[in-house]
């Protein structure tokens, strides 16, 4: 049963384009959400986060928004660019120890 | 330069026998955390740690060991009873578990059965 779902497992963005990353969660539980970014033999790197007070957090070329009525939540990179190419992981946890981690988005932005 | 490093980058363990996976935090974070990965999966809570000398199981334990005697150090140990140990493992630090601080993680070890 997986609580975090990202169902594109694969992402192309030409330069310079939006990249829209998805995420979707089932546990209501759930109030601070982030996303990491992973390239093959790393680990990951922490992008950005939001609580669940909040339904934006932006951080330079990077914006989370999260719709908490539809379980959704979403990474937005303006503009994209060639070293964004990576997987994406989106994380959730319900204010324990407990992160629950997607299966992760590969993005390729394309030159 | 603060930071998480985890080796071997590589091991390969032979059947029957236990491998330990070192984890060394500068960052002075007080809670630690293993994670396993499998290809198409999300990472997997293994174990992990709120202070020293204290750690939980996370969701799949099973034939897996740690020890957390420094701040500093979690080591993880895959034993025999481990059966399918074949995974990049992935650990963790953060300032104090839960409420809204990330995990910084290591390059992660790739675990190979010969």
């Known amino acids: 049963d997986q609580q975090v779902k990202q169902n594109s497992p694969s992402l192309s963005v030409q330069e310079g384009r939006i990249s829209i990353l998805n995420c979707d969660y089932t546990?209501?539980?759930?109030?601070?959400f982030l996303w990491y970014k992973k390239y093959p033999a790393e680990g990951p790197t922490f992008l950005i986060s939001?609580?669940?007070?909040?339904d934006k957090n932006e951080d330079g070329r990077f914006t989370v928004f999260l719709n908490k009525s539809a379980k959704h939540l979403s990474l937005h990179i303006v503009p994209s660019q060639p070293g964004d190419s990576a997987v994406y992981f989106c994380?959730?946890?319900?204010?324990?120890?407990?992160?629950?981690f997607g299966t992760g988005t590969r993005l390729k932005v394309l030159a | 330069d603060g930071g998480i490093t985890q080796s071997p980058k590589y091991l390969f363990r032979k059947e029957g026998q236990n491998v330990t996976l070192s984890c060394e935090q500068n960052?002075?974070?007080?809670?630690m955390y293993w994670y396993r990965q499998d290809p198409g999966q999300g990472l997997r809570l293994i174990y992990y740690?709120?202070?020293?000398?204290?750690?939980q199981k996370g969701d799949i334990a099973e034939g897996y060991s740690v020890s957390r005697e420094k701040k500093e150090s979690f080591p993880l140990t895959v034993t025999s009873a481990q059966k399918n140990p074949t995974a990049f493992y992935l650990c963790?630090?953060?300032?104090?578990?839960?409420?809204?601080?990330?995990?910084?993680f290591g390059d992660g070890t790739r675990l190979s059965i010969l």
């Open positions: 963790a630090s953060s300032r104090a578990t839960g409420w809204q601080q990330p995990q910084h």
């Open positions: 546990n209501s539980m759930f109030d601070y």
């Open positions: 939001i609580s669940s007070i909040k």
């Open positions: 994380a959730a946890s319900p204010g324990t120890y407990k992160y629950i």
């Open positions: 960052l002075n974070h007080d809670a």
């Open positions: 740690s709120q202070i020293v000398n204290d750690f």
